[in-house]
């Protein structure tokens, strides 16, 4: 399989954390969202991907996936090995909905483009675009805090004792609040997923730094 990435794109990110815990053997290809304007503007990307987003899965056959909760239930269907979604209709609705949190409604709303269009439409200055992206943040996590302290199926990881969709969104959006300086004392479960996720190699080996394109 090929991959098409970028180190600080957390849509990327999540897919990189699937394919490391379904042990699937893949090949990067490093799609710049900086360099010359952004590399997923050329013709020779969007032909791949006519969104100009990252990340994009070929397969062995040539297939293209893209939308990364797609391309990780798409994964979790065809490839053996570790579930990334429980097996009761109840545990996957529940795990969707925690994912569906960070990546349709925390996240893109703080995206790359979005916080370019804030400074070109807008005028927006650094510190501005900052409290932009910290309030979107907070009331996201907020709300994930309280739904994970709560419920009786939160374990070690989002749902249960092993990790899987929910944590492979959770973990790349709390990467960036960190970037951000967001204060996370509020959201103390959150945290301490995050930190049972960095034990495992999968985790280990997907994180920005660890990219082959890491600035």
Request: charged share 20%; hydrophobic share 45%; with cysteine.
């Amino acid at each position: 399989m090929k991959l098409y990435t970028y180190w600080r794109s957390s849509a990327a990110y999540r897919v990189r954390i699937a394919l490391n815990l379904k042990a699937i053997d893949y090949r990067s290809v490093y799609v710049s969202l900086i360099n010359e304007g952004g590399e997923q503007l050329r013709s020779d990307y969007t032909a791949i991907n006519p969104q100009c987003l990252v990340p994009s899965l070929e397969l062995d056959d040539g297939q293209l996936l893209t939308q990364s909760l797609a391309i990780v239930e798409y994964l979790d269907e065809a490839v053996s090995g570790v579930a990334l979604l429980p097996s009761d209709a109840m545990g996957r609705a529940r795990v969707r909905a925690l994912a569906q949190a960070v990546a349709c409604d925390i996240h893109p709303l703080n995206n790359l483009r979005v916080l370019k269009q804030l400074e070109l439409a807008l005028g927006a200055d650094t510190a501005q675009k900052n409290s932009w992206y910290r309030h979107w943040i907070e009331q996201g996590f907020a709300a994930l805090e309280t739904l994970l302290a709560a419920s009786p199926n939160t374990g070690i990881y989002c749902h249960g004792q092993t990790p899987g969709l929910a944590d492979l969104c959770l973990v790349p959006q709390l990467y960036n609040a960190r970037r951000f300086q967001v204060d996370l004392t509020a959201y103390p479960t959150l945290v301490r997923i995050d930190a049972a996720c960095a034990e495992l190699e999968a985790f280990v080996q997907a994180a920005p730094e660890a990219q082959g394109d890491a600035q």
